[in-house]
């Protein structure tokens, strides 16, 4: 009998080491660093309120954080925690503003509603559009913008510098196949990233391959089992929080197709903090030098 339990297990343990692995990897706001300058900076703004993606880290960057008076909710940096958040959700709330008194208020093109940014006006206060970066090719435009709105254009063209010598990584040996997936399984929003999606940048300096921006010419596209199957891809790459709302690695296998891509039989899925992703910032060389890393880690 004792021999018969022995062979019993012996069994099931093989059989448990045939079954795929699961080689999710997770990058975290902890896996990277930024690039900042230490140098004093001399600036024509004293209080600035932060309404656009990314430009409160940048300010950060450029060794000016002092000159920060408000933010939205979507600069979470934690050196940022004390300073007010002046937005309900992302809608700008100008009364907060204006108590506020800042010289200067910074907005993107996103940044609304835009009753909010003329009534801010009206009060008197400064108010310049950034632009927005999608791409590493963008970010030195941005960080340029912003530089310029502060009055740090000499700072601004250090740390533009400082991030074209640390985005000098070398490319994978491979070319894995990734698909970038935007989820929201709570809002039931499910898309593929194509060209422009910003994703596509940070995976072509790598030398791995966009398969969505390969094949679909919008940014991002309504996911579906056959055009996810017809991509293939090796790995996934999604927002932690995304990754989140479906129910993680299980429940995004169970999305349609997913399962079916090289991908899904290898539980071959990145996901990275969605502060991080699309930032195009300081921290975003990092984050590049990160994402090489976690694909040799995924890929079978």
């Known amino acids: 009998m004792r021999k018969v339990l022995i062979f019993v297990l012996a069994v099931l343990l093989s059989g448990c080491s045939q079954s795929p692995v699961a080689s999710s990897y ?34 950060q960057s450029l060794n000016a954080q002092s000159i920060i008076v408000g933010r939205d909710i979507s600069s979470t940096e934690d050196s940022l925690a004390d300073i007010p958040i002046v937005t309900s959700g ?13 010289d200067l208020v910074l907005i993107d093109a996103s940044t609304g509603p835009r009753s909010a940014i003329e009534t801010i006006k009206s009060a008197g206060i400064s108010v310049i559009e950034t632009p927005e970066s999608w791409s590493l090719k963008e970010l030195p435009i941005k960080v340029r913008a912003i530089g310029r709105a502060i009055g740090a254009q ?22 894995p196949r990734v698909a970038f997936l935007y989820l929201r399984g709570t809002s039931s929003i499910y898309l593929i990233g194509g060209q422009g999606s910003g994703a596509d940048s940070l995976l072509q300096a ?50 349609p197709g997913v399962a079916q891509t090289n991908a ?37």
């Open 206 to 255: 790598i030398g791995a391959v966009d398969v969505g921006a390969q094949t679909l010419d919008r940014p991002f596209n309504t996911l579906t089992a056959e055009s996810l199957a017809a991509l293939n891809p090796d790995v996934i790459l999604v927002m932690s929080k995304g990754l989140e709302s479906v129910g993680g690695v299980q429940g995004l296998l169970k999305l």
């Open 154 to 175: 000499e700072q601004a063209e250090h740390l533009i510098q400082e991030l074209n010598t640390s985005l000098e990584i070398s490319s994978l040996k491979s070319s």
């Open 26 to 59: 997770t990058i975290s706001q902890e896996d990277v660093r930024s690039i900042s300058l230490t140098s004093e900076t001399s600036l024509t703004v004293s209080r600035v309120v932060v309404l656009a993606n990314g430009v409160a880290e940048i300010i």
């Open 264 to 300: 899904g039989k290898n539980s071959a899925v990145i996901d990275v903090d969605d502060s991080l992703l699309l930032s195009f910032g300081p921290r975003t060389p990092s984050l590049v030098e990160a994402l090489a890393k976690a694909l040799g880690k995924v890929v079978p």
């Open 90 to 102: 992302h809608q700008v709330l100008p009364e907060k503003v204006i108590s506020l008194k800042p």
